[in-house]
């Protein structure tokens, strides 16, 4: 099994609901694990969140209107 696919299903396994929707009080079942800063390559555990599927098209989708939108957030304090 390829490791991005292995690293998905044990976030899931973990976290098995979407955490967009759980911050809002609603309880559905994860079916993506997205990347939170946008970066493919980053597969750090804290990177990798579990969405749904809407909420994981709505996060893409404002990242695709901005691509630029990584090369303007700051870097990082230490
Ligand atoms: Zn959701």
Known sequence: MPAWRKLRLSV????????????KGRLTPATQVDQIDGDVVNLARENLQPLCQSCHSRKTSRENDHPNAVLERPMPED
């Open 12 to 23: 899931l396994k973990e976290e098995p609901l979407c955490r967009e929707c759980a911050k």
